[in-house]
Structure formats: C-alpha cells, structure tokens
C-alpha cells in the first residue's frame, strides 16, 4: 500500500516537474489563507539615534512569498555555483553568498529601484535584487557572451540599472557609493544610495574619508555594514579594536541589526531610508549576518571556524527557514504551496545553468571593445607589433 | 623674458599679418592669455554649457584654488558646482567617480599629482577599467587635472612626472598641453569627453602667457585628444616633446637654427593615445628622433615612442639611433643647483642634436 502511494506521487510530481503544471495534492482555496501578519522584531542597537525601527513588523501574504521566492533563487543560484565552479566550468574568483539573503532581499524591500545601490565582491545576491536575471548572473559566471557583462567582468563585476557593481578591491566601493549619493543630492530626484562594505573592509581607511565627506555635504547615502564575521580567514575580534562596527561612523547615527531576519533588516532600512531623504545626511546599518561557505571558492572555511558553528547557525538562524516558520505558523502559505515555489525556483536554477554552460563564449572580436565611451573605433595593439586589433565603443 | 620668447614664437600670425599691407582687413583679434587664464576658461565655459559638470577637490572654492585656476569660479557658481573637499584624495577621488556613474561629469582637482598616488586606485581601478569590465554598461565621464612634474624647489616628493603611470593604463586618455590655446582646448575637449581623462599641467607654466587667436577664444573651441602638433617645422631631426619641454625644445631649435641645424619640434599634446602616425611623418622626412620629456627615463614616455618607432614603418628612416633626453634617474633634489642639473637643460638638447646628427 505504501509503495503504491509512494508510486503514484511521485508520478504526480514527476508530471509536474516536467510539464510544469501545478498539480495541488490538497485542494485549498486562497480564502483560507491570512492575507496579512505581524510579527516581533528584535530590537536594534542604537548609536546617536532617538528611535529605532518599530519592534513590530507587518507582511503580508505577497511579500512574504515573494521575499521567500527570492531568497530561495539566491540560495540555489549559489548552491549551483558551488557546484558549477567545483566542475571547474566557473573559475576564477567565486564569493558566494548562501547564508546572507535576509539582507539583499530586505534592504531591496525597504528602498525603490530607482535609489542606487553598491557593494563589493560577494555580489551576486544584489545583481538579482537589482534586477539581474539568474541566466545572466550565472553565465556571466561562466565567462559566455550572454553573461550580464558579456563575459568580460566575472563574478565581481556585474552591473545593472542604479547597481554599480560588484567591485574587487576592498573598500574602495564606498566612497563610490558616497558619490552615487552626492549626484543624488545633485540631481534632486529625491533618489538615495545604498553603500555596502563588510566586516573586513570596516577598518578601512577610505571608509572613514567617506563618513566624514557623506557627513559634512549630508549626502543620501545609507552605509552598510554586512558583519558576517570573518574577513576572509580573519575573525573580527582579529582585525578591529571596536567590532562595534555601527557606532564606527562616530558622528553619523548608527544601528545594529539583526541580518538573519528579512523583516528586521526591511524596516531597519525603511527607517534608514526615511532619514536620508528626510534630508538628515548619512546612517549607518551594521547587518549581522553570516556565510556558509568560506570567504571564496578557494577557501573551504573551516579552518578558522568549526563546523559546529556553521551548523548551529543554519538550523537555529537560516534566514529562509525563520520566513518559512512564519508563514507556515501564521497560516499565511501552505506547505505544498512553498514547495512548489521550491520545484519553480530549481527549474528556473537548472534552466539557467544550462544556459550558462551551452552559451558560447564572447567572440574573439570583442577582445578589445568596450575600451572608451562614445569614441570612433581605434586600434589596439596585440601581443606582438604586426597584430593590430579593432576597438570599438 | 620667457613672455617676449613665447610671443615670438607663437606669435607668427600677428606679426605677419602686421607686416603684410592688408588695408581691407583687420588682422585678427589674438590677446595675450596665461595658461592659468585658459584653464579657467576652459572651465567657466563647460561650467556654463553642461549643469552636469562641478569641480571638486582641496582649495579650488573659497580660496579660489591653489594655484589660482578656479579663480572666480565659487562666486560665479555657488557651493553646489564648487566644492572644497578635505585633505582625502583617496575619499574624494573616489567620490568623484562614483558621481561620475551616477550621471555627473566630475572634474576632480588633485593639488598635484603626487597626491594622486593617494587615489591611484580610484583612477585605474574604478574609473579606467569600468567600461570594460561592464561591456558597456557603466562609462565614466570624468577628468582628473592638476598641476605635474617638476616645479621649482619643492623637492623630492613634490616634483614626480606621472605622465609614464598614467599612460600604461588601457581605459585612460592622458593628456598634456603645453601652450594656453592648448590648455584650454584640451580641457575643453577631456571635460567633453565621456571617459577618464588625466589631465597634466605643469605650475611652471602657468604664469607663462601665449598668444590666443580669436578662434581660440570662442566657447566652441576644442582641440581634439590624441593629436600631436607641429611647432615647428625643420629638416634634420625631429624633437618630441610635451608640457614645458616644448618650450625647450623651441629654445634649442632657435639656437641650432644660427648653426644651419633645423629642428623639427613636434608637441606630442596628448600622451595616451600617442600620435605615432604624427612622429613616423616627420622622422621619414628627418631621419632623426630626438624625445625630451621632464620625467625619469625608465619605462618613460620617451622609452614607449622608441619601442613604437623600432616597431613601426619609420625606423628604416632613421639614420641614427633614435635617443631620449630625460630627467636624470634620481629623486628631484632641493639645492638649486641640485634641481637645475635634475632635468633637461637646452644646452642637454642641443648637445644630443649635435650627438645624433653627428657634427
């Protein structure tokens, strides 16, 4: 008996993997579910602000399985480039960024679009929020001409409308963002910039050049500290005499965030976002959060963690499972319901790394495209004096 | 003195003009103009033309610049398009980019540019190498200016040529004028333009006044980047420079010229991209290649125009060695005599002419 249940669903589900249909086991109308929630929030630590974010927040039935669909996307998408780079058809530098998707999805949902965001090399979860496809994410991944930048960036430098990257040396993104903002402030589109940095690039120099500049010309930008621990191989207590990380802009306000919690990382960016438009200069988040893999591809992150501590994080804080516990708890989703969002969302993984390993490569003559900007084309030397190459803009 | 030189030099067209008996046409209006006063209208004018450009960097507001190039600009401008940044050239370089892509057009004020080594990274790293790494996707129309090379007792750290550093880089145009017309074109042409520009001055120049023809006074006068220029016109070797060189190398050719030697004076104007074309055209009518620059000679500006000339169809024309006259390989001392002995002298060009062709 039980092997005849067994047989038949998985006959169901095999049919609706492959057609895609949606086959429902249970029949359960809309109706039955909570159209909306509130939910307690930690409490967030404050540096010379009167308030903090409410320690309440409200999500409703589309938010949540929207953010649970995005941050399922970003967890497998990485996963799979796990997979894909230890194939060795993704090389190079590989940040991933499985653990921390409670912070790109809930900054995402505390701003518009239309602000501006930066951040540095462990990227690719801000290129999906910022309105990256998974197909063009990852076969840019794998160096084919239909990656996000052709193929010519990798994974550290992906660019979309108002996302700047993406950017490999550490640190420097920050005074980048810090202009985004001021050309904000210039233009007088009410617009704002979203500044990330992690633990490891806090202590660096330009970073504080940037508050102090952000702070005088009270320019729109949130900084974002994303605490996930470990510089590389370097635990904080390490590398900062204060691991106080948001009370390190000193003057600029700051507060300390729970990076685990979609909905505590959204409202502290709301309040965030209130502050700069609201015309009062600069702020700062420090995200607490915290990666599974190591700091890159390379790195098999447990030499300097132990592997109990991984695994204490991913069963007590994973971001994707504290949303999920919470619709479920709340009657705001079924089961069945977020499991289908799961076969969705591994068909579209699987769809795009198919892409990212079929599409070709850039052609040859793109090799030296892309050099300057609204310029006639020119030539370009090759590797020896009678190779001449054509650039174009 | 050197005001007289320079009026001689580029003042041809006004003194020919004077002593031709033209009674049914004024000789054209040409004023005298500093470098400084170029630069400074080269700026107003792209102020005015385009909201998008606004200059950053320490002194060029309230003080109406370091070296006096913003002059004026703050009063005209405001706070919002002039803007005194502290002593962060990392911070506010990088700033400057990031408006850049964001959709302004930054022209980013390094006091010189020794302290742009400071931002190095922001001018390689986030500017010159974004079109690229983007395919496309993210350019960034920016021009770093500010005084470089040599100057006059400042010393070791003060006193570094760039022009070599900058100009390896693929994702950046450098530039370098010499004259005020140049100035002001150039700059013009690099705060127009929608990719990285580095833009090399020189404070010794900046006093020095040349003469601008009115078309050069117009608002719509560019000088386009990457074209080299021929000052002077001459037979038997051919001397390329850039900056205050040239006004050496138009020195040494006055005195050669006594001595029945002609020299051909090209004034390269932009760095990167070389104009090689412009060099190879007067070498096959020379046959002689002299470079002088004021920076140190390994892996110099001089060492790439001989590797290209080597490389290129005008090295069978050459009946000599092509050689480069360089500052000396030393850190730039203070003594004045020290200082006067670091860089190339008119008699250190006239001598490698006389070397070169032999006599």
Aim: charged share 25%.
């Amino acid at each position: 008996m039980r092997k005849m249940l067994t047989i038949i669903s998985n006959i169901l589900r095999g049919s609706a993997s492959r057609n895609g249909a949606r086959v429902v086991v249970s029949a359960r109308t809309y109706a039955d579910f909570t159209p909306q929630a509130t939910f307690d929030i930690k409490k967030c630590d404050l540096h010379k602000l009167e308030e903090g974010p409410p320690l309440q927040a409200v999500l409703s039935r589309e938010e949540g399985l929207q953010y649970y669909r995005t941050m399922q996307t970003m967890r497998r998408m990485e996963l799979k480039a796990d997979q894909l780079y230890k194939q060795k058809i993704i090389r190079g530098f590989c940040h991933l960024y499985d653990g921390q998707e409670a912070c790109a999805v809930g900054i995402e949902a505390g701003i518009n679009l239309s602000d501006h965001l930066i951040t540095a090399y462990r990227a690719h979860g801000y290129t999906l929020t910022r309105g990256g496809t998974v197909r063009e994410i990852m076969a840019e991944l794998t160096g084919r001409r239909g990656g996000i930048a052709k193929g010519k960036g990798g994974s550290m430098h992906m660019y979309t409308k108002h996302f700047y990257g993406g950017n490999g040396i550490v640190g420097a993104q920050v005074p980048l963002g810090a202009g985004v903002a001021l050309a904000c402030k210039y233009l007088g589109k009410n617009e704002l910039c979203v500044c990330l940095y992690g633990d490891g690039a806090a202590n660096q120099g330009q970073i504080f050049e940037t508050y102090n500049m952000a702070s005088l010309w009270k320019l729109p930008c949130i900084f974002i500290c994303e605490n996930n621990k470990y510089g590389m191989g370097t635990s904080v207590e390490r590398a900062a005499a204060s691991t106080d990380y948001y009370k390190r802009g000193d003057f600029i306000p700051g507060l300390r965030v729970d990076g685990m919690d979609v909905l505590c990382v959204r409202e502290a960016t709301k309040l965030a976002a209130e502050h700069c438009r609201s015309g009062k200069g600069p702020i700062l988040m420090e995200l607490q959060t915290y990666r599974y893999h190591g700091h890159s591809m390379s790195d098999p992150g447990v030499s300097y963690r132990t592997r109990d501590e991984i695994q204490e994080v991913r069963s007590k804080s994973d971001p994707i499972s504290m949303l999920k516990d919470r619709m479920l708890s709340n009657n705001m989703a079924s089961v069945e319901e977020l499991k289908e969002i799961d076969v969705e969302v591994r068909k579209e993984i699987e769809d795009a790394a198919q892409f990212a390993t079929t599409d070709p490569e850039p052609p040859l003559d793109d090799l030296c495209n892309h050099i300057f900007y609204n310029d006639p084309p020119m030539e370009v030397r090759g590797t020896n004096p009678w190779t001449k190459l054509k650039s174009v803009s | 003195m050197a005001s007289l030189r320079c009026f001689l030099r580029s003042g041809k067209n006004a003194v020919s003009a004077g002593l031709r008996r033209e009674f049914h046409r004024t000789p054209p209006a040409a004023v005298q103009v500093t470098v400084r006063d170029a630069l400074n209208q080269a700026m107003d004018e792209e102020l005015e033309r385009d909201e998008r450009v606004f200059l950053l960097g320490e002194e060029v507001a309230q003080y109406d610049g370091a070296y006096k190039i913003s002059r004026g600009l703050w009063k005209k401008y405001g706070d919002k398009r002039i803007i005194d940044t502290p002593i962060t050239e990392m911070g506010f370089a990088g700033i400057a980019v990031g408006a850049a892509m964001a959709g302004l057009r930054p022209i980013c004020e390094f006091m010189t540019f020794n302290f742009s080594m400071q931002a190095i990274d922001q001018v390689i790293n986030s500017a010159a190498k974004t079109y690229y790494m983007s395919a496309g996707l993210q350019p960034i129309p920016i021009v770093f200016r500010g005084p470089n090379g040599a100057s006059a007792g400042v010393a070791a750290q003060h006193s570094q040529c760039f022009a070599a550093w900058y100009s390896h880089c693929p994702g950046l145009k450098v530039v370098s004028p010499w004259s005020a017309e140049d100035s002001k074109g150039l700059l013009k042409s690099a705060i127009r333009d929608d990719n990285p520009v580095v833009f090399l001055e020189n404070e010794l120049m900046y006093g020095v006044p040349f003469e601008m023809s009115e078309e050069a006074q117009s608002k719509d006068f560019i000088i386009p980047i990457g074209k080299a220029k021929l000052e002077r016109q001459g037979n038997h070797v051919t001397l390329v420079s850039h900056s205050r060189m040239v006004s050496l190398c138009l020195d040494a050719a006055a005195v050669l010229a006594k001595e029945g030697i002609e020299c051909e004076v090209i004034n390269m104007r932009t760095i990167r991209p070389l104009d090689a074309e412009a060099i190879e055209t007067s070498i096959m009518k020379t046959n002689h290649l002299i470079t002088v620059e004021g920076g140190w000679p390994q892996f110099g500006v001089g060492a790439e125009i001989l590797a290209r000339i080597m490389e290129g169809p005008a090295f069978n024309y050459l009946d000599a060695p092509a050689v480069r006259v360089t500052g000396v390989d030393i850190p730039m001392p203070y003594a004045k005599i020290l200082e006067d002995n670091s860089i190339p002298q008119i008699k250190d060009i006239i001598f490698s002419v006389k070397k070169t062709l032999n006599v």
